[in-house]
């Protein structure tokens, strides 16, 4: 089940972690969070993100 974690930080730092994403589904779930939050200073992708939703289903 893809979902979305947002952890703030005492210091006002957020992360936003999307987990169980395909593809570019992760960027598109989490634009409008980033969009919000306003700068993003920093910005890492994951191994799924070359990943279609057909090569993860023969993964499994």
């Not at 952890?7 to 169980?20: R, W």
């Not at 634009?31 to 990943?51: F, M, N, R, W």
């Amino acid at each position: 089940m893809p979902q979305i974690i947002i952890d703030i930080k005492p210091d006002g730092q957020t992360t936003v972690d999307a987990q169980g994403y395909n593809g570019t589904q992760c960027k598109d779930a989490t634009k409008a969070i980033e969009k919000a939050l306003g700068v993003t200073t920093k910005d890492e992708t994951k191994p799924e993100l070359s990943q279609s939703a057909k090569q993860k289903a023969d993964q499994r």
